[in-house]
């Protein structure tokens, strides 16, 4: 499976950005999708995931309300629409593809997940 982040970049406080990852390589409408991230000096942080089924979805306490994670699975592709940022939202956001949760699970650790592409940065200015 190969995942392929994009949409980063460098907002002011208050503002948005949007975050897509596009999947290939094996059927992505049976998969649990994830996003993490890190920031310089962190270990890497769960963000948000949603099921295959589309009908569970769990986001971390820190972005719960600004965060929205979506998925589309006739475009293989999982956004991560980001409002009101902060700063201390800058990171490198990874999205994540897990093949072993079922229908309703949606994992919120790094190692449930099995594929993780190659991130993009959100830089976040005060």
């Known amino acids: 499976v190969q995942l392929q982040a994009s949409g980063g970049g460098l907002v002011q406080a208050g503002g948005s950005l949007r975050l897509s990852c596009a999947a290939s390589g094996r059927t992505f409408s049976s998969s649990a999708m994830g996003w993490f991230r890190q920031a310089p000096g962190k270990e890497r942080e769960f963000v948000a995931s949603k099921s295959w089924s589309g009908t569970s979805t769990v986001y971390a306490d820190s972005v719960k309300g600004r965060f929205t994670i979506s998925r589309d699975n006739a475009k293989n592709a999982v956004y991560l629409q980001m409002n009101s940022l902060k700063p201390e939202d800058t990171a490198v956001y990874y999205c994540?593809?897990?093949?072993?949760?079922?229908?309703?699970?949606?994992?919120?650790?790094?190692?449930?997940?099995?594929?993780w592409g190659q991130g993009t940065l959100v830089t976040v200015s005060s």
């Open positions: 994540s593809a897990d093949y072993r949760s079922g229908r309703y699970g949606a994992p919120t650790k790094t190692i449930e997940y099995d594929y």
